[in-house]
């Protein structure tokens, strides 16, 4: 049974750790622009100030809050309720990250301080380099990095267009 559980797992974990990834490429910018927009001076400080522990415990509010989305969002689907269930995985998933992001970023030296997490997260960095090392992940890599070249000169067109429109009028 361990021998046909440990490969299921594997699988489980990877498809996991691949969710996380794709949807941490998209809540990386927007935590950055939160960042660069928004001060909240007090609040950094604040955050800034908390002792190791505290800090996890900070850490871990998001991540214990939002977690759980993850089945009502399945049931929403498996219900019939597809929209609902989608926009509620993808909606709290980008706000977990976000905000995982932002108080990792302002807490990591003192996380790492902690024996338990520093270990966890060297796993996770682990897991993590295994993950961007596969053939499907660099072929990923690549058709995101297409569609958003895509993207850019369809919106340098659009932008291009619209200019001499604008002009033309005058």
Known sequence: MKRILKPVTY?????????????????RPISRWLGWHFEFKRLRAWI???????SLALF?????????IKPLAA?????GQFLSGVTAFVGCELLKLVLVERLFHL?????MRIPA???AYGKFTEMKAWLEATEAWRAF?????????FVVRTRAR????FSRLVTSRD
């Open 75 to 79: 049931y929403l689907v498996a219900t």
């Open 117 to 119: 997490f520093a270990w």
């Open 60 to 68: 871990s509010v998001p991540v214990i809050i939002l977690e759980p």
């Open 158 to 161: 659009l932008a291009g267009g």
């Open 141 to 149: 890599r690549a058709l995101s990095q297409t569609a958003k070249d």
């Open 48 to 54: 800034k100030s908390l002792s190791p522990y505290p």
């Open 107 to 111: 807490t990591r030296d003192k996380l």
């Open 11 to 27: 699988i489980l974990a990877a498809i996991y750790f691949l969710v996380d990834a794709v949807f941490m490429a998209v809540a």
